[in-house]
């Protein structure tokens, strides 16, 4: 028996990666030249604000270097006034712990224990954010996708989110100092490349169903990556009060009402759903209603940033309060789903080509 046990031990250091469950506690520190690892988390509080963090590691070209973190936090206030939150740090000046999850970039924080997360942006410069949230349940994780040795792995660590938060930012404007806070609800993203991002993505929704009070019935939640050779791999679940869990397969979704964006880039503003599962099936149509927040990724960059981000791919990122219309068919008969949700639609387009300039002979 001892024998059996070692064999089987020695056999899970040699399983593939794409077998093993991520672990969302610590950044793999990979040394590929385009790996990136990021955890994501988007929060809608009751006082129609939007707050979203990213912890960042990630390896960039010449003369940045390797091993950099960087936290960018957005703070989008109920009259739509974006503020942007940002700190990068190099080798050794950022961290985390090995034995829990607890990842700090500069005063900025993200710790968890359990279900329980917590999130400390800008504890010292006057702009912050404090959270603290609840994600019941294990993770809801989308299939790795490997090509030609490179690889995407993207998991929502934290699916379904309530809890308390605030947060207190600058108005440039007035000059003094704006908050608001409240509950909170949301969902946590946990992301890992290590290649090209246009050569393993081409676009995102994300769909998180909102709870309203007083209001018992399962919300959605939907997530549907297509890859950049067209294949698709798409999550959709209803959860109910009790946090038990539907899962459906067969999904079909088709993108409607077509709007451009800035740099090309395209977004859905209605998404037809139609979904199964053995025991039922789920119909209906979810709208983009009310703006969040648009903004590409090179926005958040400065002057030296964006000098080498040319190279790289364009993220264009469209925010949205959602309102989802689903019929939901058992064999107890048919159920009428209405509610918000709290959206994003990502697109990605490939970096432009640089014109080989030839000189002209004397």
Request: proline share 4%; glycine share 8%; charged share 30%.
């Amino acid at each position: 028996m001892k024998i059996i046990k070692l064999f089987m031990a020695s056999l899970m250091l040699f399983l593939p990666v794409s077998l093993q469950a991520m672990d969302h506690s610590k950044p793999l520190m990979l040394q590929d030249d385009f790996y990136k690892e990021y955890w994501e988390q988007h929060f809608l509080f009751e006082d129609g604000s939007f707050v979203t963090s990213r912890f960042l590691v990630a390896n960039f070209p010449w003369p940045v270097g390797k091993d950099h973190g960087i936290m960018v936090t957005t703070v989008v206030s109920p009259d739509g006034k974006r503020t942007i939150i940002k700190n990068g740090r190099g080798p050794d000046e950022w961290g985390f712990d090995k034995e829990k999850f607890d990842l700090f970039i500069h005063v900025h924080r993200l710790k968890s224990q359990g279900n329980k997360h917590e999130i400390h942006i800008g504890t010292k410069d006057g702009n912050r954010v404090n959270v603290a949230v609840t994600s019941p349940g294990v993770p809801l994780d989308h299939q790795r996708y490997d090509k030609k040795k490179r690889y995407m792995e993207s998991s929502f660590y934290m699916p379904f989110v309530t809890g308390q938060g605030q947060w207190n930012v600058l108005d440039e404007e007035t000059q003094a100092f704006v908050s608001g806070g409240g509950k909170v609800q949301g969902f946590g993203t946990h992301v890992i490349f290590n290649g090209r991002v246009e050569k393993l993505l081409k676009n995102w929704l994300r769909v998180s169903g909102l709870r309203a009070d007083g209001k018992d019935q399962p919300v959605p939640f939907l997530s549907s990556i297509k890859r950049a050779d067209g294949s698709e791999d798409t999550l959709l679940t209803l959860r109910n009060s009790d946090n038990d869990i539907a899962k459906f397969s067969n999904i079909t979704l088709k993108y409607k009402d077509i709007k451009k964006g800035n740099n090309h880039s395209t977004y859905p503003t209605v998404i037809e759903v139609t979904a199964r599962n053995d025991e039922a099936s789920l119909i209906g149509t979810i709208r983009f209603t009310r703006k969040i927040d648009h903004f590409n990724i090179n926005e958040h960059l400065n002057f030296f940033e964006r000098n080498f981000a040319e190279s790289r791919a364009s993220v264009a990122n469209y925010r949205y309060i959602a309102d989802y219309d689903l019929s939901y068919v058992t064999e107890k008969g048919s159920t009428k789903l209405t509610g918000k949700a709290l959206s994003e639609y990502k697109d990605i387009l490939p970096p432009k080509k640089k014109k080989n300039k030839r000189r002209k002979r004397r």
